[in-house]
């Protein structure tokens, strides 16, 4: 039976191609998906970059059907179910000191609104609303939501929707191949980028700038590193104007980068942290924003029974949601997942830079089980050489991912060293056939 597709209207998807070869996936479990074909895919993604503790985990899976069967939905305004703040409190705990509080969203989208507008209300709320300016960096990306798209800084995800959010600056990115072409970890050059900042003050002024949001590694754009004493560059900047510092930690959140957050990885704690993706494994949409007890405890005042923060969604805390993000957290504790890339992450830079030399490859950059492989765009087609690849990895049953001409990869936590030959080995054998 052929299926009819057209009703489908996919995100960030080329329509037209994938039609005319759909890629359906039907089944997972553990590193793997299977396609409609019935052929095994390993999943060199953790689907989107969420799937940290592998496919279909059996403790989350029962604690979804449980959840569904006991308690369906809990109204979050006024009202709240227990899981809600049990969930709270555990993501709390791994969170660096200070990170205290947690609003629920359901996408990491929603998360960067979310942390943008308690910015910019926590300085209203304490007697400085002049600071309603909000800064971004050029290639970042915080989601697809007015507010994101606008400190973001990808022109493709920008130019079509008119004006954005007024009053958005943004600083430089970090990206230097130049200086920094095939680092290992953290690149060694790019401290002083985060001086930029400096430039915005003088010219808008700090009392006029409530926030600068940051991805501590930026994943969409191509995989960028912070280079080495940039982050800690940029929190001193902010502590020294007032500005508050958040970092998008959607993607390196929960184990991505080798311990729970990036900001410990990198030993620089911001004022809030957008998450998403890995706190349900990916299995329930779910985002949320940590949030430093200091700005939490501002909000805290007036009258009792009014409202604190005019913010949130119907679905914030979902049971659901809930229940998939404690058994989460339990499963990474009882594999010590959200360690395991610093652990394996040695070997996984090795496959990755044993690529240096292949055909095509300009650049490799890592930290923990994150890789990027940026190719030399084919001249008058950018983006086209690395779709290539991924058609032939997936060809190969590998499900890698490419953005403009780096190829991404983020493998489910769980990943063994044998998968991680067999990506790159992938990558490897189309690069030396792609033209
Ligand atoms: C850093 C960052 N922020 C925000 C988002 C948006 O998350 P979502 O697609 O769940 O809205 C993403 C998604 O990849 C992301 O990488």
Redesign the pocket.
Known sequence: MTQDLSAYWMPFTANRQFKKAPRLLTRSEGMYYWDDRGRQILDGVAG??CVNAGHARPKIVQAIQAQAAELDYAPPFQMAHPKAFELADRIAKLAPAGLDHVFFTN??????ETALKIALAYHRVRGEGSRTRLIGRER??????FG?ISVGGIVGNRKMFGTLLGGVDHIRHTHDPARNAFSVGQPAHGAELADDLERLVALHDASTIAAVIV?PV???TGVLLPPQGYLQRLREICDRHGILLIF?????GFGRTGQPFASQTFGVTPDLV?L??GVTNGTV?M?AVLVKDTIHDTFMNGPEHLIEFAHGYTYSAHPLACAAGLATLDTYAEEGLLTRAGELGGYFAEGLHSLKGEPHVIDIRNVGFVGGIELAARPGEPGKRAFEAFLDCYEQGVLIRTTGDVIALSPPLIVERAQIDRIVESIRTALRRLA
């Open positions: 989107l970059w996408s990491g989208s929603e998360s960067v970042g990306y915080h989601g697809v939501n994101g991805e930026a994943g969409s998008d930690e959607v993607i390196t957008t998403a993706k949409p985002g």
